[in-house]
């Protein structure tokens, strides 16, 4: 279960932003007790509506009336949103906004106490490592449809809702949000371009520190998590995820894929750990990458405001590796989450059937018997 137990992480918390929100107290209460191999996040499962916590109203955003109905308004051929587009339909009700932040272990960065000192108004967590299959030693594996549709229902998100996402670096973990969704049935799912940093950048306001009631539900979801994989029963399902199995790859379908080529296999990570010639982060791990994959790593598919490329500036960083996109692609990473980022990039250029090697190199690298290159 997650872990019910509170401890004080911050005190004497004087100013975030000239213009962001703060708690009715000087100090405010996180659970940031990490469990699990790799890291998962602990919430408190029990927690009084209010207590030590505030909702601040943003100083900036007005108060606004919009005619026009959000699914009118919705970029639907495009996978990102602009800060000044969530701004402007942020009160809308079918709009629901998650705060995907995940950062690599040796970064020593706790994404859900960044998300109680400073978030997008209203926004919500999104645990990566918690949502995720509890049967898997791999970590943030995919769930499994029941896992996910529980654990959106507890977050209080309905398959009408349009979903954006966002993290703490600009594109990063988002994407995988992202993908999650997408895999399982869910369209109405956009990555606010630029992330939290551009939406600060823009002059907009966050909250600092999180309602009873956000803290609440992300403990549910885990929950939720923790309770379908431990067979015990759930509330009602609001939500219902459907798997699209194209958008995921195993591992069998890798090693069939290097003398069948049917897809162009596309890596994320960086050229040094492709060519074999950097250590992986995680220990155990080795070096290299799969017989017939590209490289193309992720933050070339970015500016430098960790924007999304413009279509023209994307099509040629794929042209120049010699990867056509008029054939099938699947693309891999370290852990399945920046690999996201290349099937963002390539769903900007209308390749909405890209896969996704959910193990990557974590569980490439891992194994004994499969096939390696070095450059």
């Known amino acids: 279960m997650a872990s019910s137990i509170l401890t004080r992480a911050v005190t004497g918390l004087k100013s975030i932003r000239s213009s962001a929100c703060f708690p009715r107290e000087s100090r405010y209460y996180s659970s940031l007790i990490r469990a699990r191999t790799f890291g998962r996040i602990g919430y408190p499962s029990l927690l009084a509506s209010g207590a030590g916590f505030s909702r601040c109203e943003s100083t900036t955003l007005p108060s606004m009336t919009i005619s026009t109905s959000f699914h009118s308004m919705a970029p639907d051929e495009q996978p990102v949103v602009s800060a000044d587009w969530l701004h402007a339909n942020l009160r809308e009700p079918e709009v629901k906004v998650l705060d995907a932040s995940w950062y690599m272990p040796d970064e020593k960065r706790n994404p859900f106490q960044e998300y109680q000192v400073a978030h997008i108004p209203g926004a919500l967590f999104f645990d990566v490592d918690g949502i995720s299959d509890r049967k898997s030693n791999l970590p943030h594996m995919l769930p499994s449809e029941e896992a996910f549709a529980a654990a959106i229902s507890a977050l209080g998100i309905d398959n009408k809702d349009g979903v954006v996402v966002y993290d703490g670096k600009g594109i990063f973990s988002a994407a995988r949000a992202w993908w999650m969704f997408r895999v399982f049935g869910h369209d109405k799912v956009w990555v606010l371009d630029g992330g939290l940093p551009q939406w600060r950048a823009s002059g907009f306001d ?14 549910a979801a885990i929950e939720a998590i923790e309770k379908i994989y431990q067979r015990q029963s759930v509330g009602p399902l609001t939500y219902a995820a459907k798997l699209r199995p194209h958008l995921i790859w195993s591992i069998e ?11 162009q296999h596309i890596d994320a990570r960086s050229k040094a750990r492709f060519d ?5 982060p995680r220990k155990g791990i080795r070096s290299g990458h799969v017989p017939g994959s590209k490289c193309i790593p992720f933050g070339q598919l970015l500016d430098g405001s960790q924007m999304l490329l413009p279509k ?58 499969t096939p390696i290159t070095t450059s």
């Open 206 to 219: 966050v909250e600092s520190s999180a309602s009873g009631d956000a803290v609440l539900k992300s403990s």
């Open 253 to 263: 379908q890798v090693r069939q894929n290097i003398d069948g080529q049917t897809h």
């Open 276 to 280: 074999g010639v950097a250590p992986e």
């Open 312 to 369: 023209e500036d994307l099509i040629k960083r794929f042209q120049h590796e010699g990867i056509s996109l008029d054939r099938p692609i699947v693309t891999s990473c370290g852990t399945g989450i920046t690999a996201c980022i290349l099937a963002l990039g390539l769903h900007r250029l209308g390749k909405t059937d890209v896969a996704i090697y959910d193990g990557s190199w974590t569980e490439w690298g891992s194994e004994l018997d």
